[in-house]
């Protein structure tokens, strides 16, 4: 028994050469979709996994990686790190795991500051107050690095309201070795608090971060959902 659609064999032709055609046009649309679509779900669970692993993370380090878009002519998308300011490591230090490499405070100081004792890393004292991120406010860093001098003291120009201001602010500096340990010192008034303390090691991290890793997984997770939903999409636009 022989079936037929009802239609001429050039007909049919015609039909097949049409779908063709869409085809030919609208798969590269579909792909570019499906790739960025992909993409933007890697984004969003990279910040969903850094939620998880870090503390109180700031805006800056959930919008340190970006989508480089796929196009027709270029069927790519890549997930990737923007460039990093100088001294900051940390994201790769948290991928990958090691000691990571000095800081941006820890070269001025290094750099600027005369210290007897060897000096290898500068982190946070116990008790120094914190930001809501968990950082030391980037206010105070900068007036205590201008006190010490590993930088321009900025303190020296200005109002004579802005010096009466200074002179009543705390004021930070480095001991010498055997008077304090070690680190930069608050005195404001007759109070003494520690800020930073020096360390003569490096601190070491754990792994915590597979940003590559986990990009592979929700990208092979999310993929063949995207992609149905993009030939779909395509298909139902073309002309």
Excluded at 66 to 72: D, E, Q
Excluded at 135 to 144: T, W
Excluded at 189 to 203: A, E, I, M, N, V
Excluded at 213 to 227: L, N, Q, S, T
Aim: aromatic share 6%; proline share 5%.
């Amino acid at each position: 028994m022989k079936l037929t659609a009802g239609v001429s064999p050039s007909d049919l032709r015609k039909l097949v050469s049409r779908l063709r055609d869409v085809e030919r046009k609208q798969m590269p649309y579909a792909t570019m979709l499906a790739l960025n679509a992909t993409g933007e779900a890697v984004l969003e669970e990279n910040r969903t996994l850094m939620r998880k692993v870090f503390d109180r993370p700031t805006r800056w380090t959930l919008n340190a990686f970006f989508l480089r878009r796929a196009t027709k002519r270029k069927p790519e998308a890549t997930v990737e790190r923007k460039d990093a300011p100088r001294g900051r490591h940390y994201l790769e230090v948290e991928e990958r795991g090691g000691t990571r490499p000095k800081t941006g405070i820890e070269r001025l100081i290094l750099g600027n500051v005369a210290y007897e004792d060897h000096i290898e890393a500068v982190v946070p004292a116990r008790g120094a107050r914190l930001n809501a991120h968990g950082n030391l406010p980037a206010g105070q860093i900068q007036r205590a690095l201008s006190n010490i001098g590993a930088q321009q003291d900025r303190a020296q120009t200005g109002t004579d309201g802005s010096r009466k201001r200074s002179a009543r602010a705390a004021r930070y500096f480095v001991p010498k070795p055997g008077q304090l340990s070690p680190g930069v010192w608050k005195r404001q008034g007759k109070r003494l608090t520690k800020f930073l303390s020096f360390t003569d090691r490096l601190p070491r991290y754990g792994a915590r971060f597979d940003m590559e890793g986990h990009g592979r997984i929700v990208a092979a997770r999310e993929m063949p959902d995207r992609m149905r939903a993009a030939i779909r999409k395509a298909f139902s636009t073309a002309r």
